[in-house]
Each structure stands twice: as C-alpha cells, then as structure tokens.
C-alpha cells in the first residue's frame, strides 16, 4: 500500500522556466509534509517544508503548495536552474516518515 | 561538523556473506535511522533507534540486525547476504523523532553505501 506517491518518474525543464513536482497521498492524518533534494552520490538533503495547517510555504525559489482536500501536495520551482537537476522526493510525516518514490528533475541550459 | 558518516562507499558480496555497514553521527542527535532505496522506489525504513540501546524495526527489517551502543554509531548488520539486498542504503539522523508542528528537525543522511550482492 503506497501511502505517498510521485506519479512522475521524470521531467525536463528549460533554464529559466518553471518546474512543477507532484505527489498524492491516501492519509488524511499525516500533519507535515516535506521535499528532499537527492544529488547523485550523495544523501538527500532536506529542501523545504509544509504544515498542514497551511496551504503554501514560500522559501526564495521554492514553494510548496498543500491541497488537503485533494491530498496533493506539488514543489515549483521559478525560475528552473541546471543546478536543480536532481531527484526530487517528497515525504509526509505521521509517526515517522514516508517517502514517495522521486521525481528525477533534468533542467537544460 | 562532518555530520552523517557512512562507510564503506561500495560494497560487493556473494550470496550468504556476511557485513556491517557503519554509521557515525557528530551532531549529539538521539534519532537514527536505517533506510534502503531500490531503483524507482522511496526510501524504505529498515530500521531506527531512539537513542542508546533502543532499537526498533522499520518498514523492512528482514535479514537485517541493529545495535546502538553508543549515541554515535549505529551500524547495520547483513547476516546472510541474499540477491533482494542489493539496493543502496542511507543512515540518518535527526534531533527530533517527528518533523512535525513545532518541530525543525530534518533527517541529515549519510551519502549511502552502494551494495551489490551476487
């Protein structure tokens, strides 16, 4: 039973455009919501943040928006740069967290 | 701060081999955690610990085993190495066990051990 899903395996993006990451999830329980950032070889790296008591959290280029009633959560990023090229998880968090499955972000020059 | 430290990089076993991969943290952080990634898959929670000498089983804790002697180090343990636990693992740590409400503590991963078994 996958409780977070990322239902794209994959998206390109031109510098300077706006990337848009998607995830659903089944619980309505689960309060937080969270992206992490995956380079290659290395660990992930904790990116940005939600509570479920709001609908968007803004931090410079990035921000999450949370449709509870959905239970869809996305990350845009404006404007795409070839530095966010990476795998893009995202995560929510009841008792301990669930991972989807990421989203590989290729930005080209 | 050299935060979360994983060793080895790379590992290749052959079938039924045994091995500990290690992890040491620097950050005084009580929480630790053991996840794999397989290919297209989330990171799944083998296991954790909630400070020295608690340990607790995750999503897949099938043949592995824990220890935590120590607030630092969390190693885990493959006892009979098989095909399924080819995947890369992450250690983590964080200051919190919820990165809920009220609470800013992100996991801080480890760069992974790659590990092939054949």
């Known amino acids: 039973d996958q409780q977070v899903k990322q239902n794209s395996p994959s998206l390109s993006v031109q510098e300077g455009r706006i990337s848009i990451l998607n995830c659903d999830y089944t619980?309505?329980?689960?309060?937080?919501f969270l992206w992490y950032k995956k380079y290659p070889a290395e660990g992930p790296t904790f990116l940005i943040s939600?509570?479920?008591?709001?609908d968007k959290n803004e931090d410079g280029r990035f921000t999450v928006f949370l449709n509870k009633s959905a239970k869809h959560l996305s990350l845009h990023i404006v404007p795409s740069q070839p530095g966010d090229s990476a795998v893009y998880f995202c995560a929510t968090s009841g008792s301990r967290l669930t991972f989807g499955e990421g989203t590989q972000l290729t930005v080209n020059p | 701060n050299a935060g979360v430290t994983q060793t080895p990089k790379f590992r290749i076993l052959k079938i039924g081999q045994s091995m500990t991969l290690q992890c040491a943290q620097d950050m005084n952080h009580n929480y630790m955690y053991w996840y794999r990634q397989d290919p297209g898959m989330g990171l799944k929670l083998i296991y954790y610990?909630?400070?020295?000498?608690?340990?607790d089983k995750g999503e897949v804790p099938n043949g592995y085993n824990v220890s935590r002697s120590t607030t630092e180090d969390f190693p885990l343990r493959l006892e009979l190495a098989a095909p399924s636990q080819t995947s890369v693992y992450f250690c983590?740590?964080?200051?919190?066990?919820?990165?809920?409400?009220?609470?800013?503590?992100?996991?801080?991963f480890g760069n992974g051990t790659r590990l092939t078994v054949t």
């Open positions: 983590a740590s964080s200051y919190s066990p919820r990165t809920g409400v009220g609470y800013n503590s992100p996991l801080h």
């Open positions: 619980n309505s329980m689960f309060d937080y």
């Open positions: 610990s909630v400070g020295a000498g608690i340990t």
């Open positions: 939600i509570s479920s008591i709001k």
